[in-house]
């Protein structure tokens, strides 16, 4: 098999446990984060996160890759750049008051311009709004000189896995993909398949950005609908577990089980564990 150059821009939640995923499939992978203490923390083998897989925690994995030198990371674009030709983006879009704030993809993007080479591959894997990558990621990295589908393949496919169980779904999550053009697309489909073994559904770009946007908001009415016949449960002196469990006898039914709230909100919003009142745009990038 084709030994794969990657970096993986953002070693967040998605990005660490991804650089390894592809390391532990053999690839040479470079991580970037603008975060200096991260990457020494990282460089050192530490990490916070609580992923698991195969009996191994991500840190046990994280020394092994690191001392098997498959994998270390970096704040320099330009040192990544001399040894990879494929750049995976996990930079997030945060969202103040409603409003998606671009400057970290934005900043990130600016710099990878000016490292990229002709024939790099560039997949965009982080929750954005619809129309980001054909619309401000195309044209900023344009802006290095080289021409999107033709000098370099860009592509984007939404990151659906939960925290928790990043390295199995990495590998078993069904995936859709985009890319700019068909050789974009068949670029970023053949990274995808270094690390997943699960069908890869192929279509345009804009409709797998907003795909992503309408399944986190799927997930999040389902939730705030258990929410709601929670409390009414409560109120009206209900066991309101036997009360799903039986409407779930219902063979098109699938309630969810209450829980503190909508998705990554338990621990970055605490003010609205167990009831969120606000529902925006927020809660729909975050995961
Ligand atoms: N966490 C999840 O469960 C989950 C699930 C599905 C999709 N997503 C999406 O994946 C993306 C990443 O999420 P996350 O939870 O890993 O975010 P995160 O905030 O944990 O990580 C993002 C990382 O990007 C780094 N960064 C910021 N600017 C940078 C730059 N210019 N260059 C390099 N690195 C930079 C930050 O320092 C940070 O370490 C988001 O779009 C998110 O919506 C997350």
Redesign the pocket.
Known sequence: MKKYNVAV????????PLSLSYAMKGANVIG????QT?IEEINRGHSHHLEYYQGKSLQDILREQLQAKSFRATTS?QEAAEVVDHYII????DVKNGDPQFA??Q??ME?LASVLKKNDTVLV????VPGTTEEMVKPILERGGLEAGKDFYLGYS??????GR?FEEFITMPLAVGGINEESRIKARELLQVVTEAPIHETEIKIVETA?VVENIQRDVNIAMVQEIARFAEATGMDTYELIKTANTHTRVQLLVPGPGV??IVYRMPSTIYYPKRKNIRFL???
């Open positions: 821009i953002g070693l967040g939640f998605i990005g660490l970037i984060d603008v975060n991260l674009y996990t930079v997030g879009v970290h993809l900043s990130a710099t894997r982080s929750t954005v939404s990151e659906r896995i939960a925290e990043a992503k998705g990554a990038l975050n995961y």
